[in-house]
């Protein structure tokens, strides 16, 4: 089985979170083509997506969303 390379393969909204999820430049700019310019990652929010609780990165992007119009 092959590891998802965070640095190079392309990220989709169907991805999964695994153990080996790292918050790179391609990380970022999925994120920010799917959540606006605005997107940031803070430390909460960071401990949220590395909590080991199975998500995909559609998930992140939701949650980031939600956490966004509080």
């Known amino acids: 089985m092959n590891n998802f390379d965070w640095h190079s393969d392309q990220i989709t909204k169907s991805t999964p979170v695994d153990k080996g999820y790292r918050n790179t430049q391609n990380v970022r700019r999925f994120l920010k ?6 997107f940031r990652f803070d430390r909460k929010f960071m401990d949220w997506v590395k909590n080991g609780e199975p998500k995909t990165m559609g998930d992140v992007a ?9």
């Open 33 to 38: 083509e799917v959540c606006g310019s605005n």
């Open 62 to 70: 939701s949650e980031w969303l939600r956490r966004e119009k509080v």
